[in-house]
């Protein structure tokens, strides 16, 4: 069974910074390209970052040369460390599959504001 598990986020100010993780157990993470995606209040769940099984990395143009998404196989966890947010980033961020997606973890929540 595929479990995927977010950890992280909270409140942060306006122009600061988050880390936030993913974990995903119950299959061969290597294999798979990644991707976080986020959920505000009253829009649709969006794209915001992916990684291929090789490192390449694409991002949202909201979030470009702010964001950044990284991956570690051996721990079959994805990152994005996010910098310079602004309140317009606050939603419900999760992580799947970038084009095999599994059912989706409870996501976690980021607020910017001051």
């Known amino acids: 069974q595929v479990q995927l598990v977010e950890s992280g986020g909270g409140l942060v100010q306006p122009g600061g910074s988050l880390r936030v993780s993913c974990t995903i157990s119950g299959v061969n993470f290597a294999l798979f390209a990644m991707a976080w995606y986020r959920q505000a209040a009253d829009k649709q769940r969006e794209l915001v970052a992916s990684?291929?099984?090789?490192?390449?990395?694409n991002y949202a143009e909201s979030v470009q040369g702010r964001f950044t998404i990284s991956r570690d196989d051996a721990k079959n966890t994805v990152y994005p460390q996010m910098n310079s947010l602004k309140p317009e980033d606050t939603a419900v961020y999760y992580c799947n599959g970038r084009f095999l997606r599994w059912p989706w973890g409870q996501g976690i929540q980021v607020t910017v504001s001051s």
């Open positions: 990684i291929t099984t090789g490192g390449i990395t």
